[in-house]
């Protein structure tokens, strides 16, 4: 399709479902329609293996009929196929529980925001997309020890336009380079742990010195791992990397901040805790949509709503919880432009303490490169395998661990960070954070 006729035609669409619910009975309906483009260089054993391409439209639909929700989604847009999409939908609705909440949100304001479309990396050709996988992949081949698994290198090109039957109309579009690899080093018996990296950007401009920038550093932590040993065995404190912290951190402070996790009781951070301490002061949390470095940026929500760059902690003092809709309406609350009730682009803020200082700890410190296990969103407890980690020993020496069991509870965690790092990186497209050195973290080696 010619991307000058994406948009009204699928506005177009979106706007026939629309119509066709309401003439079928749906008290509210809202249409969500999505075009994707892209195009993939995949390789395998450091080897190009599959290059392919793709084009798709889809229309999902939600109603809402006496108090009851149905929905349907379609790849077909024939009319006779949104006909049977409405039908689904409606046939779900009246085998619903209800529920008086339901509802879907009148329109706002919004702010066009086109940075994330670059036409050069619409345009960019397969060729040239070849030649970044090819970059990246000996970026990482900086020495034979390193054996690249797998990965891919792709051009992503979409629209997304959401309608409601209040009057919302929303389209955004957004172009975006996406490269993944993963692997291990391999020095005769000595083998590494697996791990993987990614990143991503909406502009061509720097892309490949960054792509070889993410592949020399993957391959310089796996060399890093080799020769390890038994980690020690103690209660304290630990390092976790601005990977770790989103991997065990963030999917937690998600449920915690979630109105609809208030209301139901299974938040610990009520609304009695707005504007209290709720962990160190060192802590601020923020989620920024319009930060071109996430892959969440946008200017609307998934319900056609306007976002924000919102302040959720500041300085340990918790100051606001995620509201969609729903949630709003249940609680009495504004809504965050939080849909889907998750984080846009989460991002804690650094800290004043440079990594080294914290690295030239006078105690032993594990630095925990990956975590590799549970963490119960409710209860905050967590337990799994710190893996591709370092043991720093006084005067700032280290050492590879072999993968070493690691334990606690990460609302206490955040009650007891110890220092944070002054440096922050991006990690994987999806959050924004420092170094953390917390305590009270029990570590179990060999």
């Not at 619910?21 to 809202?30: F, L, M, N, P």
């Not at 220092?419 to 954070?433: I, K």
């Amino acid at each position: 399709m010619s991307l000058d006729r994406v948009r009204p035609e699928l506005m177009e669409k979106a706007e026939m479902l629309l119509d066709l619910a309401r003439r079928a009975g749906a008290d509210e309906a809202q249409v969500t329609a999505q075009w994707n483009s892209s195009e993939r260089v995949g390789f395998e054993r450091s080897e190009l293996h599959l290059m392919s391409t793709g084009e798709e439209t889809s229309l999902g639909l939600r109603v809402h009929v006496d108090h009851r929700l149905g929905s349907a989604s379609t790849n077909a847009l024939s009319a006779d196929d949104l006909a049977r999409s409405v039908d689904a939908a409606m046939s779900v609705a009246r085998f619903a529980p209800p529920d008086e909440y339901l509802c879907l949100p009148t329109p706002r304001p919004l702010t066009i925001d086109d940075r994330r479309w670059d036409p050069a990396v619409a345009a960019l050709e397969t060729s040239a997309l070849r030649d970044l996988a090819v970059r990246y992949i000996e970026s990482m081949r900086i020495d034979p020890r390193v054996c690249v698994d797998s990965g891919q290198v792709e051009r992503t090109t979409s629209e997304e336009c959401v309608l409601n039957s209040h009057g919302v109309a929303a389209s955004d579009r957004e172009t975006r380079l996406v490269w993944v690899g993963s692997g291990q080093a391999i020095d005769g018996d000595d083998i590494t742990s697996f791990d993987y990296e990614s990143g991503s950007s909406v502009r061509l401009a720097g892309v490949a010195e960054r792509m070889v920038e993410d592949g020399r550093g993957f391959a310089r932590h796996l060399l890093s791992t080799f020769g390890a040993s038994p980690g020690p065995s103690y209660r304290g404190r630990v390092l976790l990397t601005p990977k770790v912290v989103g991997e065990m951190l963030l999917d937690p402070l998600c449920f915690q901040l979630s109105g609809l996790q208030v209301f139901y009781g299974k938040s610990s951070l009520g609304d009695d805790r707005i504007g209290q301490p709720i962990c160190s002061p060192s802590i601020s949390l923020l989620d920024d949509p319009s930060d071109l470095e996430f892959g969440g940026a946008c200017i609307h929500d998934c319900e056609g709503m306007p976002v924000a760059r919102k302040a959720f902690i500041t300085e340990g003092v918790l100051q606001l919880h995620m509201e969609n809709a729903y949630s709003a309406r249940r609680r009495g609350r504004e809504l965050t432009g939080h849909g889907a009730l998750s984080f846009h682009g989460a991002s804690l803020a650094g800290g004043a303490t440079p990594v080294a200082e914290i690295l030239a700890s006078p105690a032993d410190l594990l630095v925990v490169h990956r975590f590799s296990g549970n963490v119960d969103n409710s209860s905050g407890d967590f337990s799994g395998i710190a893996k591709g980690s370092h043991l720093y020993t006084a005067g700032g020496n280290r050492r590879p661990v072999r993968e070493t069991m690691i334990a606690g509870n990460v609302l206490e965690m955040l009650r007891c960070v110890v220092a944070v790092s002054r440096e922050t990186e991006v990690v994987d497209a999806g959050y924004r954070a420092p170094y953390l050195l917390v305590d009270g973290v029990s570590v179990t080696g060999e």
